[in-house]
């Protein structure tokens, strides 16, 4: 009774727990060491920096967080459209993969050059590479559950004088709910990725800058507190889209309920 | 009054490739019911696409109500042997989803939600799934899937049900509950069903005729009016004349073997 308590106990906290056994860990070995803190700083430095300089962490990571946003808001809608139209018809599918393949392999930091000249640097190019990096998730998954539609199912429908467009809302649609919100789940934390990287590169504002700005000066507490708020925003987002996409589409993850 | 018709229909999948089914000719009265029997790969499934428009003959031509087919028909039920109900729907969603697409009931639905729910209710309770609108497809067993999707197939009252195979995966108890079913549901509204089976007692035991198909080309060998009054009774399936209407249908297939 008292072990099963226990082991109950270890799987609902398990992420929490390890977090901190890795804390405690990092700050012992910076600690036991003896680090310098422009080197590696330990968990306590970069609390210490985090508190110091919220004002200025909490600016810079709305700045991320709003062109992440707008850029994934972008990245789904654009992925859902695009999606449908290669999931539906082979013409399209023919016609678009491989240049979409071929366009989701180029390395997006590679891209943002062209467009700080195009756009100049700030917000625009942040939010168009958190759109570019994370689009292409979301148009594979919609298509993919498109395409993947069993037939009998559309027979039943089209014998019933369904059209294309009653397939697509009645069948199709909520069939690939459950592709759409796995995709939003690895769309979201790509689109950090994108942000920052552009940040990095050709802004002077947002999470990405600050770190950049910081590490140039040896700040390594500034760096780390930074990563840990980029890395706190993407759980967080991922985590809405988790419980979203539990409610919406709970028919299709049925068997896992005990487990959650 | 004549449901379906074929003329002389041929079917090759691709052009110039093997004939599908080959020369079939036949013709469904209004309300008879028909079953389709023969060895697996004879094409049976490639008959019912034709009827109901999703596939077109290369030669020949198909009739439903007097009319040619070209392109989907608009008032057909149909049931696989997967029920493919959509998992996201309860068990009565399910069967409302033909109202929410046929016309009439479609641009009626907005008014008349609550009657065309009580008529999915009757349906169902008729079935004996009584209890069972509110759950999941997943809830329910093989059998009672099975229920729901005739129930899904018949609500829109088609002139015409589609049956393919809809009992091959039931156990051989509840396979002949849904016969006994399915000949009520028949008996009390009649419309034209055309059956397609493997299973030489279901079409025996539920078909007003039994065509028989040979394989590879599919082509019709045999055509069997079945004469026992309705409804007909489980206990008639183990008498000597049920067996003797089944042997000689098996005797058409047998042949097809060896050729």
Same mark, same amino acid.
């Given at each position: 009774m008292a072990i099963s308590k226990r082991k109950k106990f270890l799987v609902k906290h398990a992420s929490w727990l390890l977090m901190i056994v890795l804390l405690v860990f990092w700050e012992f070995i910076c600690r036991a060491l003896q680090v310098p803190q422009f080197l590696f700083p330990a968990p306590t430095a970069v609390l210490e920096a985090g508190i110091a300089r919220w004002e200025i962490i909490s600016m810079h990571a709305l700045q991320t967080l709003y062109t992440t946003l707008v850029g994934f808001a972008i990245a789904v809608a654009f992925g859902l459209l695009v999606g449908m139209a290669v999931g539906s018809s082979p013409l399209v599918y023919r016609a678009l993969y491989p240049m979409m393949v071929g366009f989701n392999s180029i390395p997006k930091v590679a891209f943002v050059p062209v467009l700080v000249v195009w756009f100049g640097i700030g917000t625009v190019p942040a939010i168009l590479t958190a759109f570019l990096i994370s689009f292409f998730p979301v148009l594979v998954n919609v298509a993919t559950g498109l395409s993947t539609l069993e037939p009998e199912l559309e027979d039943v429908l089209r014998s019933m004088g369904a059209s294309k467009l009653d397939i697509l809302r009645k069948v199709g649609l909520p069939r690939t709910m459950p592709y759409f919100f796995a995709s939003l789940k690895v769309a979201i934390t790509l689109a950090f990725v994108g942000s920052v990287i552009s940040e990095t590169v050709a802004?002077? #504002?947002g999470i990405g800058y600050l770190m950049m700005a910081a590490s140039s000066s040896m700040d390594m507490a500034l760096v780390f507190a930074g990563l840990i708020v980029i890395g706190a925003m993407g759980v967080g987002m991922y985590e809405l889209f988790a419980l979203t996409e539990k409610r919406f589409t709970g028919w299709a993850n049925r068997g896992s309920g005990g487990v959650a | 009054m004549e449901q379906v018709r074929f003329e002389q229909v041929s079917l090759a999948y691709d052009e110039g490739g093997p004939l599908a089914i080959q020369d079939i000719s036949l013709s469904v009265a209004e309300n008879e019911f028909i079953a389709v029997v023969g /060895?697996?790969?004879?094409?049976k499934s490639t008959l019912m696409k034709l009827v109901s428009g999703l596939t077109e003959p290369t030669e020949g031509y198909v009739y439903v109500g007097g009319r040619q087919v070209?392109? /989907? =028909?608009?008032c057909i039920g149909m049931a696989f042997q997967a029920s493919n109900l959509l998992p996201w729907r309860t068990t009565l969603d399910n069967v409302m989803l033909p109202l929410e697409i046929v016309q009439p009931y479609r641009s009626q639905m907005r008014r008349q939600r609550k009657a065309f729910e009580a008529r999915c209710r009757d349906l169902l309770a008729r079935v004996g799934l009584a209890g069972n609108e509110d759950k999941f497809p997943w809830e329910l067993s093989g059998g009672m899937q099975q229920r729901a999707s005739i129930c899904r197939a018949l609500i829109h009252k088609p002139k015409l049900l589609m049956l393919d195979e809809p009992f091959g995966a039931l156990d051989a108890f509840t396979k002949e509950e849904l016969w006994i079913m399915l000949q009520e549901l028949w008996q009390e509204e009649p419309f034209t069903v055309i059956l397609v089976t493997h299973d030489l007692r279901e079409a025996t035991f539920l078909a007003d005729t039994v065509y028989v198909l040979s394989k590879g /080309?599919? =082509? #019709?060998v045999a055509r069997k009016a079945i004469e026992q009054a309705r409804p007909r009774k489980l206990e008639w399936t183990y008498t000597d004349d049920f067996a003797r209407d089944v042997h000689e249908l098996r005797e058409h297939i047998g042949r097809i073997r060896e050729s």
């Open positions: 802004s002077n #504002l | /060895p697996s790969g004879c094409g070209a392109g /989907p =028909q608009k /080309p599919g =082509q #019709l």
